[in-house]
């Protein structure tokens, strides 16, 4: 069965940072390497939205234009992790953060869009306050 878990969530200061992983667990390595990983996040009361997507050589990556310069997504398939590395945090990135797979095969790029993504973690809160 395939999961992903999302760490590395908490509460963070504005102007902070804080680096979020993603572990897939139930793939195998060559399979993990046929999917794109995107993440995505909800704050209460508004609807999930997109914030990155990285293909899956990782090679490409697409960022939502609210996190464009603070985010930095990453991969590192021999560990079947993803990473978020996010800077520059602001009150407004509180939010539940959500990673998810979609099955690209060959293709290059990722796709920026939640339709897609097949698997999905079970969330993790970023709270960012003074």
């Known amino acids: 069965q395939l999961q992903l878990v999302e760490s590395g969530g908490g509460l963070v200061q504005p102007g902070g940072s804080l680096r979020l992983s993603c572990a897939a667990s139930g793939f195998t390595l060559d399979d993990y390497a046929d999917y794109a990983i995107g993440w995505f996040r909800q704050a209460p009361g508004k609807e999930r939205e997109a914030v990155s997507c990285i293909s899956s050589s990782g090679g490409s990556t697409n960022y939502a234009d609210s996190v464009k310069g603070r985010f930095t997504i990453s991969r590192l398939n021999a560990k079947n992790t993803v990473y978020l590395q996010m800077n520059s945090l602001k009150p407004e990135d509180t939010a539940v953060y959500y990673c998810?797979?979609?099955?690209?095969?060959?293709?290059?790029?990722?796709?920026?869009?939640?339709?897609?993504?097949?698997?999905w973690g079970q969330g993790i809160l970023i709270t960012v306050s003074s």
């Open positions: 998810a797979a979609d099955y690209v095969g060959g293709s290059s790029g990722c796709r920026l869009d939640r339709r897609y993504f097949e698997v």
